[in-house]
């Protein structure tokens, strides 16, 4: 991925410096290696989402576009004569996809395209993360996410500097355009590096043994076991209060149910039209809505926080305003204003 990223840079580098001029056989061989970047980014969003990813042979079809991109290259520059390659590049405005209008949408909708896939891979993520975790903390790899936006930010930059020099022949800015898209990109760059770097040791990802805990048939809403199962989820959250402990996941819960990870998801997706983290913090929003109620709680709205289950006050307030129309502040503010 860090590959691919700098190839596209050094294609940048070649082009503004003129050292492509200079050493024709050099052009267009950072776009080449920039092609390893989509497949690259695709497979290590998903490296971080789950635990036991392994790169496997057939992962290899993801690196398409860089033989592709060679071989399109060797037919349309490589094979050219000297003079032939000169003239091509001091002919050509854009760094990096010769003068085809269609190469470079294809080049730039190629990377774009896996940019979207894999927002959409980390967006189903997000759903099954709340079938697994009752607190999200920095699971919703947001930061992989933004990082993932701005650099396609960075690229549709590109690609309507591309559509500029190519059609409208507008090459006065193209300058500015391109230092624009490379600060872009090595703004990316560096934090994406950092955060992957770091990320083993903030979310080691999804186990296997808890992926797809919300997906099989449906349990019969006839089946009266469904309603002695409900009655004991029940008794188990009133009596015990497992929803009081942050760390609570699926896999804990289904245990002291007596059940398993993917039995107890399935029920509560299915029979009482919750996920696991919708259901549990909803326990918590109501032990901390009655002691937010009680005059005699003289707790801090911090602590009560924290003693209810949550890490974040963000998602305290958030969830705590969607269920009861206030903030924590303002329920209990309204409450004693009223006794």
């Known amino acids: 991925m860090l590959a691919g990223m700098v190839g596209t840079l050094f294609e940048v580098f070649l082009h503004t410096t003129g050292l492509a001029s200079r050493y024709p056989d050099t052009a267009f061989t950072g776009t080449i290696l920039g092609m390893l970047q989509p497949g690259?980014?695709?497979l290590y969003a998903q490296s971080v989402m789950y635990r036991d990813f392994r790169l496997r042979l057939r992962h290899l079809v993801h690196f398409l576009p860089v033989p592709f991109a060679a071989v399109v290259f060797a037919m349309g520059y490589y094979s050219l004569p000297?003079?032939?390659?000169?003239?091509m590049l001091s002919d050509s405005h854009y760094p990096g996809v010769m003068n085809s209008i269609?190469?470079?949408?294809?080049?730039?909708?190629?990377v774009i395209g896996y940019l979207a896939a894999t927002l959409k891979r980390i967006s189903h993520f997000g759903v099954e993360l709340r079938n697994i975790f009752s607190d999200l903390g920095n699971k919703e790899l947001a930061w992989l996410r933004n990082l993932l936006f701005a650099y396609g930010a960075a690229w549709s930059l590109s690609l309507v500097y591309c559509l500029l020099a190519h059609v409208m022949r507008v090459t006065g800015s193209h300058q500015s355009l391109t230092i624009a898209t490379t600060m872009v990109s090595v703004a990316v760059l560096l934090p994406m590096s950092v955060l992957a770097f770091r990320q083993p040791a903030?979310?080691?990802g999804i186990g296997q043994s808890l992926m797809n805990t919300g997906t099989s048939s449906a349990v019969s809403t006839s089946d009266p076991s469904?309603?002695?199962?409900?009655?004991r989820i029940e008794r188990l959250m009133k009596e015990h209060q497992p929803y009081l402990y942050?760390?609570?996941?699926?896999?804990?819960?289904?245990?002291?149910?007596?059940?398993s990870p993917r039995e107890l998801s399935q029920f509560l997706n299915q029979q009482m039209g919750n996920n696991f983290y919708e259901f549990v913090n909803g326990y918590r929003i109501e032990h901390a809505r009655q002691r937010l109620a009680d005059p005699a709680d003289t707790g801090t709205i911090t602590d009560i926080m924290y003693?209810?289950?949550?890490?974040?006050?963000?998602?305290?307030?958030?969830?705590?305003r969607k269920t009861?129309?206030?903030t924590p502040s303002q329920y209990r503010r309204t409450l004693r204003k009223n006794s």
């Open 40 to 42: 690259a980014i695709f």
């Open 82 to 87: 000297e003079e032939a390659q000169v003239r």
């Open 102 to 110: 269609v190469l470079a949408i294809v080049l730039h909708g190629i």
């Open 202 to 204: 903030v979310f080691a």
């Open 226 to 231: 469904s309603e002695s199962l409900a009655s």
């Open 246 to 259: 942050s760390n609570l996941t699926v896999d804990r819960l289904a245990r002291q149910a007596e059940l």
């Open 307 to 320: 003693e209810s289950g949550f890490n974040s006050k963000s998602v305290f307030n958030t969830l705590f």
């Open 324 to 326: 009861n129309g206030k």
